[in-house]
């Protein structure tokens, strides 16, 4: 393979990871606006606090694996704390409510990370079972990139499962359309939509520590990708997962060929793209019309 095309592959499979790793955040953000109807701005800090509870599950048990499966529960158990004393008191007060006590959250967990954690930039080892290099059509490729690939496409063949296979994801789809009918049979509908808000902050969590390695943790990792993930959910349609992945991966790679050939505007095509589409349909590719 000559090196031109080797090198436009390259890029291509650093974009579809940055893209994967973006729609495991901007999906846990969709899924919890279009089903509570709730928008979440401390959602980026779960993200980061993920990245921080793998680095000191690490740092404790030098086991990345222990890590991978601790650190996103951890952080969704934080989530759902906050959905059951926080944003279930104050959801009928209106979307301005929900900001104001969302920014709140987000910044008591940069506060309480630089008080544990320090301000300095913390490394996350690659297990060394990934981190080698894979010969793809005579090209050398790391190996951790396509883990996170896959580990993303795992978790988003068991998330659909879940909602379209399950009798969970048939309760949650049905409280969406019509909490009134599915409380009428019994079912307890504020425990659904913690069961949600825990799966979609659990989401945020895997792709932090999936993250880790790559971006190293720091207090702004949150403000890193928080900005990338609310564009997806903005471009993409407010609570559309089909809208959130189309998008996820036009901004990997955007990002990515971006970096590579126009570095000096890479920062600014994924707004400029945003621009256009909101232009063109206000509600994003797959947003709904009220």
């Excluded at 959905?83 to 209106?94: T, V």
Aim: glycine share 10%; charged share 10%.
């Amino acid at each position: 393979m000559d090196p031109t095309t080797a090198m436009y592959i390259a890029q291509g499979i650093h974009g579809i990871a940055y893209g994967m790793v973006l729609f495991l955040v901007a999906s846990g953000l969709t899924l919890i606006f279009g089903m509570m109807d709730i928008l979440n701005l401390a959602h980026a800090a779960f993200f980061m606090l993920s990245a921080y509870f793998c680095y000191q599950f690490l740092s404790m048990t030098g086991n990345f694996w222990l890590a991978l499966l601790l650190a996103p529960v951890v952080t969704a158990f934080f989530g759902i704390l906050m959905e059951r004393f926080l944003l279930r008191k104050i959801h009928a007060f209106g979307l301005m409510s929900q900001l104001v006590v969302t920014v709140g959250v987000s910044l008591v967990i940069l506060a309480a990370v630089k008080i544990f954690w320090g301000t300095e930039s913390l490394p996350v080892k690659i297990p060394p079972i990934l981190t080698g290099l894979v010969n793809i059509a005579g090209m050398d490729y790391p190996l951790y990139r396509l883990f996170i690939i896959g580990l993303s496409l795992v978790v988003l063949a068991i998330m659909a499962l879940l909602l379209y296979k399950t009798r969970i994801g048939k309760i949650v789809r049905a409280a969406v359309s019509d909490p009134n009918m599915v409380n009428a049979l019994g079912i307890n509908i504020p425990l659904v939509f913690t069961f949600v808000f825990g799966v979609g902050t659990w989401l945020a969590g895997v792709a932090g520590v999936a993250i880790a390695p790559i971006l190293t943790v720091f207090p702004g990792l949150e403000a890193q990708m928080g900005m990338d993930a609310f564009v997806v959910v903005i471009t993409g349609g407010f609570g559309s997962l089909a809208g959130a992945f189309i998008v996820s991966m036009i901004f990997g790679l955007l990002s990515s060929y971006g970096v590579q050939f126009v570095s000096t505007l890479a920062p600014v095509l994924m707004f400029a793209f945003m621009a256009i589409v909101l232009a063109i349909r206000p509600v994003g590719l797959f947003g709904e019309r009220e």
